[in-house]
T-cell receptor, first 113, second 113 residues
């Protein structure tokens, strides 16, 4: 009954360091998403994966890469972190058909110093 | 960039008061969703709307899908302290829950006991 699980929950990076945010869902959803949340900006889509084996850019993809490892897992990588990437990152997944909203993880709070 | 304008940006109300917030867009959406985010958590789906003109309730919450398909509103009646949080509208252009969600900037609600 876990839903969407994100790790880590908190992370501090130095400028230029790299890291991977992990996301896994156990609802057999086809689609998965990465959003970032900044004050007053709502949630902005970074990348998404409509189905296993496909990924597409969202609204703010620069500085990020993603991997849809399998149907369950969708990771987000920062190759060279910048202070502008300080944010709260949310992973989400969705099924298809009416009645399915997005299910969100609890977020990763990332600070780049 | 952002296509949804959500207002108000924040509200500070007395317990027991009714609350109204809305979301407008220059684009047509096929689905409107309303989410609530508690501190330190990911957004959770409150109400989903799939047809223009649809009015849907979930307890003390009522939401409507505008006739023009370019707007939606959310009402909360008789607010209580646990209503505190950030409320997001989201629009989806695909049908049957296909396609990306676009989020509004959020309405921060504070309730004074």
């Amino acid at each position: 009954n876990a839903g969407v699980t994100q790790t880590p929950k908190f992370q501090v990076l130095k400028t230029g360091q790299s890291m991977t945010l992990q996301c896994a869902q156990d609802m057999n959803h086809n689609s998965m998403y990465w959003y970032r949340q900044d004050p007053g900006m709502g949630l902005r889509l970074i990348y998404y994966s409509a189905s296993e084996g496909t990924t597409d850019k969202g609204e703010v993809p620069n500085g990020y890469n993603v991997s849809r490892l399998n149907k369950r897992e969708f990771s987000l990588r920062l190759e060279s972190a910048a202070p502008s990437q300080t944010s709260v990152y949310f992973c989400a997944s969705s099924g298809t058909g009416e009645g399915y909203g997005y299910t969100f993880g609890s977020g990763t709070r990332l600070t780049v110093v | 960039g952002q296509q949804l304008n959500q207002s108000p940006q924040s509200m500070f109300i007395q317990e027991g008061e009714d609350v109204s917030m809305n979301c407008t867009s220059s684009s047509i959406f096929n689905t409107w969703l309303w989410y609530k985010q508690d501190p330190g958590e990911g957004p959770v789906l409150l109400i989903a709307l799939y047809k223009a003109g649809e009015l849907t309730s979930n307890g003390r919450l009522t939401a409507q899908f505008g006739i023009t398909r370019k707007d939606s509103f959310l009402n909360i009646s008789a607010s209580i302290p646990s209503d505190v949080g950030i409320y997001f509208c989201a629009g989806q252009k695909g049908s049957g829950n296909t396609g990306k969600l676009i989020f509004g900037q959020g309405t921060t609600l504070q309730v004074k006991p």
